[in-house]
């Protein structure tokens, strides 16, 4: 088992290089503190949104695409797993920090303390590329194998944290703006004007 | 979320339990859509036929861009047409 503050300091130089959809709670707090970067999308409410908006972003953008998301938000939308196979970008990855609990609401087990196995679930959606990280060695070949092409989901085993961090200072409107201008400066298509200049009745 | 972060997201939404809908267990939540999406403070665009369908859709995805919140366009039952 790992430390996650370990985890994200091993993949913050591919996390600051990618845009991140990164999940709620302590996750996101220690995302800020350890890699903040204006390419992410820090999710500060919205549990189970990492997987489909990361997905709608590797959509329309041709960069990598990494979804942070935790055990409890992946069980609250597990069904997100079944449609990034469906559709399976190659740019799209996905990171499941499973610390087998409910961390920010107190330490809660969640299915995955009981046995639910995320390897197992995505696989079975369609995600061939899927891992258990469980120790440091896992975890030092961890950015190499997420840079390998292909939709790819890595579920990293962690501890419950001790240490709280900071709750993220930013704007969520700063946070989308930030992410947005990113896209635009890497060629994305979902960074575009989604307006067609059509005058609309009042 | 896309209220909080503002944006500009365009949500075509099916109504279910309007007058037409025979299936009562749709009734509350097709009594309840327009309120719902006023509480959060949005604005909807209800289509009444096919032809509006294209240009509500446009008018949605100009406003949401001009004013970086999310848009409603309400499509009816396709015997609720005109």
């Given at each position: 088992?790992?430390?996650?503050?370990?985890?994200?300091?091993?993949?913050?130089?591919?996390?600051?290089?990618?845009?991140?959809?990164?999940?709620?709670?302590?996750?996101?707090?220690?995302?800020?503190?350890?890699?903040?970067?204006?390419?992410?999308?820090?999710?500060?409410?919205?549990?189970?949104?990492?997987?489909?908006?990361?997905?709608?972003?590797?959509?329309?953008?041709?960069?990598?695409?990494?979804?942070?998301?935790?055990?409890?938000?992946?069980?609250?939308?597990?069904?997100s797993?079944?449609t990034?196979?469906?559709?399976?970008?190659?740019?799209?990855?996905?990171?499941?920090?499973?610390?087998?609990?409910?961390?920010?609401?107190?330490?809660?087990?969640?299915?995955?303390?009981?046995?639910?196995?995320?390897?197992?679930?995505?696989?079975?959606?369609?995600?061939?590329?899927?891992?258990?990280?469980?120790?440091?060695?896992?975890?030092?070949?961890?950015?190499?194998?997420?840079?390998?092409?292909?939709?790819?989901?890595?579920?990293?085993?962690?501890?419950?944290?001790?240490?709280?961090?900071?709750?993220?200072?930013?704007?969520?409107?700063?946070?989308?703006?930030r992410?947005?201008?990113?896209?635009?400066?890497?060629?994305?298509?979902?960074?575009?004007?989604?307006?067609?200049?059509?005058?609309?009745?009042? | 979320?896309?209220?909080?972060?503002g944006?500009?997201l365009?949500?075509?939404?099916?109504?279910?339990?309007?007058?037409?809908?025979?299936?009562?267990?749709?009734?509350?939540?097709?009594?309840?859509?327009?309120?719902?999406?006023?509480?959060?403070?949005?604005?909807?665009?209800?289509?009444?036929?096919?032809?509006?369908?294209?240009?509500?859709l446009?008018?949605?995805?100009?406003?949401?861009?001009?004013?970086?919140?999310?848009?409603?366009?309400?499509?009816?039952?396709?015997?609720?047409?005109?």
């Amino acid at each position: 088992m790992l430390i996650r503050a370990t985890v994200i300091e091993e993949l913050a130089d591919l996390l600051k290089s990618a845009t991140v959809v990164a999940p709620l709670g302590n996750t996101v707090r220690e995302l800020y503190a350890i890699a903040e970067s204006p390419s992410t999308f820090y999710l500060l409410g919205s549990m189970g949104m990492p997987v489909p908006v990361a997905l709608g972003l590797a959509m329309g953008h041709s960069g990598t695409v990494i979804a942070l998301e935790g055990d409890g938000g992946c069980l609250t939308n597990m069904g997100s797993l079944a449609t990034a196979a469906r559709y399976a970008p190659g740019n799209l990855k996905i990171v499941i920090l499973d610390n087998g609990a409910y961390e920010s609401t107190g330490g809660q087990p969640t299915h995955s303390h009981a046995g639910t196995s995320f390897v197992d679930v995505a696989r079975g959606c369609g995600i061939k590329a899927a891992r258990e990280v469980r120790d440091e060695t896992d975890l030092a070949d961890l950015p190499n194998w997420l840079a390998l092409p292909g939709l790819r989901l890595a579920v990293v085993k962690t501890v419950i944290a001790e240490t709280s961090f900071p709750r993220v200072p930013l704007a969520p409107p700063d946070i989308f703006r930030r992410v947005r201008e990113h896209l635009a400066q890497t060629g994305s298509a979902a960074a575009g004007s989604i307006g067609n200049g059509s005058v609309c009745p009042k | 979320m896309a209220v909080a972060y503002g944006i500009p997201l365009v949500v075509a939404v099916s109504l279910r339990g309007d007058e037409v809908d025979k299936n009562p267990v749709q009734k509350p939540i097709g009594e309840a859509t327009v309120q719902l999406i006023e509480a959060i403070g949005c604005e909807f665009f209800r289509v009444s036929s096919v032809e509006e369908a294209e240009s509500a859709l446009s008018c949605a995805r100009t406003k949401a861009e001009s004013e970086r919140r999310p848009q409603f366009v309400l499509l009816p039952r396709r015997e609720a047409l005109c």
